[in-house]
């Protein structure tokens, strides 16, 4: 046994400390990125914001939707041949196909990649990011898909990440257990916290040439701003984005259901039910209706925007090198609440 004493921090550990800025407007800030990615040679070209491939998120409105931004989604993995056959009005540019990692998961890749040549990019995603098997799979997808983007995870170390890159992946998704309807945590006291897992992770990958995506905690426009501040390439937001027209299910009494992908609600929609195993390492709660999700995206793209301000970034790209972060024992005052 070893203990890690050295501080690590979430979002709620820091603040931007404000800089003297050139910028006049928020208007004359520019969030979009540029990428070539190391396996794949592929580009990007885009506002690095992701739409998880969770269920009322990852839809193929919701990316229809966030494309006009233009935003990037991943889509569910429970999405199979008819689906994609049915819904093709998508842009390859910002849309993902999510596998999972078993015989029946490659199967059903390889059909939707036959039928649909174009798409680019391939998430491939579990809980445990740290399983051989996972590492051999996004190798063997590699391998199969050369010229493909391949999004991998989650990890939250440093040689996780440059061993995912050195298996094939392109992106590496950073997170395990901060999303706002996981368990994982509670139910098995693993983890890592998530501004301190950027950090690391980010770092890693860009000595590999590698990129990542910070993967879940951001529960305000602020986080997601600290999440690029950190150094990630792209963030990946799943409870900010419920609730939304785009991300469907029922609305009763201003409310709409929103669970994790590792919830017992998941898993009796997907698999039968929770095997005897395992236990369920998700939550299913209502969050209010919102309506369409653009005025969601203006507000976060219009936080963004102001932090760069605040800090003298005039790009996207800039922020990170902007960066100073003081911690703080407290962010808000919430006299008033929280909101």
Not at 6 to 12: A, E, N, R
Request: contains cysteine; glycine residues 12%.
């Amino acid at each position: 046994m070893r203990i890690l004493d050295d501080v690590k921090l979430d979002f709620k550990d820091v603040l931007f400390v404000p800089k003297r800025s050139t910028l006049r407007s928020r208007s004359d800030v520019d969030l979009n990125r540029n990428y070539v990615f190391k396996h794949s040679q592929q580009t990007f070209s885009g506002v690095p914001i992701m739409a998880s491939n969770m269920d009322g998120v990852g839809t193929f409105e919701m990316a229809n939707a966030l494309q006009s931004f233009p935003l990037f989604t991943c889509l569910v993995k429970s999405y199979g041949l008819p689906d994609w056959n049915t819904y093709q009005d998508f842009d390859e540019n910002y849309t993902a196909i999510s596998t999972g990692i078993g015989e029946n998961d490659w199967t059903r890749l390889q059909s939707v990649l036959i039928a649909h040549s174009r798409i680019k990019y391939i998430c491939i995603d579990i809980a445990n990011g740290y399983s051989e098997y996972f590492g051999d799979f996004v190798a063997r997808v590699r391998a199969k898909y050369p010229d493909k983007t391949i999004i991998a995870g989650n990890v939250v170390t440093a040689d996780m990440t440059q061993e995912l890159i050195l298996r094939g992946a392109d992106i590496v998704k950073v997170g395990i257990g901060p999303g706002s309807v996981c368990t994982t945590r509670k139910q098995t006291g693993v983890g890592y916290p998530q501004l301190s897992a950027i950090i690391e992770c980010s770092d890693a990958a860009h000595g590999l040439g590698g990129h990542i995506i910070a993967d879940g905690g951001c529960t305000n426009p602020g986080d997601v701003a600290k999440a690029f501040g950190g150094g990630a390439d792209f963030v990946m937001l799943g409870g900010m984005l419920a609730g939304h027209n785009e991300g469907g299910g029922e609305v009763k009494d201003g409310l709409v259901t929103f669970y994790g992908m590792s919830s017992d609600t998941a898993m009796e929609k997907h698999s039968g039910g929770v095997a005897q195993y395992r236990s369920s390492e998700g939550k299913t709660v209502s969050v209010p209706y919102r309506g369409a999700v653009e005025n969601t995206v203006l507000d976060i793209l219009g936080g963004l925007r102001s932090t760069c301000t605040y800090v003298g970034a005039s790009t996207l790209k800039q922020l990170s090198k902007c960066t100073t972060f003081a911690r703080v024992t407290q962010q808000l005052n919430t006299v008033y609440g929280n909101s």
